[in-house]
């Protein structure tokens, strides 16, 4: 009856550490703090290129609608300045100096912005 007290107790504990810090107990990083090959979406460049392009002339890169959506979703989640970063630098294909030098900031914030992206 004791063990089956101290376990209940020791699961209790476990719930409430889980749900008052928002992470499973135990774990050094919570899922914020994945390192960026373990959270990032791969993407095929000629994909947000002809998004970027909008043609439909019967190019193998032409997207479907539902591709045109996750894209638009994923985009949207973005801040206005990291979507135009990001646009010009991978659907554009501009270099990091020319988007610093288009919108007159450093190259150093270009890159955090698309970092960011």
Not at 23 to 37: C, D, L, S, T
Not at 39 to 54: A, G, K, W
Request: proline fraction near 3%.
């Amino acid at each position: 009856m004791k063990k089956s007290y101290l376990r209940m107790k020791s699961d209790c504990e476990f719930v409430i550490e889980w749900l008052s810090t928002g992470r499973r107990p135990g774990n050094k990083r919570g899922i914020e703090r994945r390192a960026v090959y373990q959270r990032e979406i791969l993407m095929d460049p000629i994909r947000i290129q002809s998004f970027i392009q909008q043609s439909n002339a019967g190019s193998p890169s032409n997207l479907s609608e539902w591709q045109r959506f996750q894209i638009e979703d994923a985009l949207s989640t973005l801040s206005p300045r990291e979507k135009e970063c990001y646009v010009l630098a991978f659907g554009n294909c501009y270099s990091r100096s020319q988007i610093a030098h288009l919108l007159g900031m450093k190259k150093e914030s270009v890159n955090e912005y698309i970092a960011r992206g």
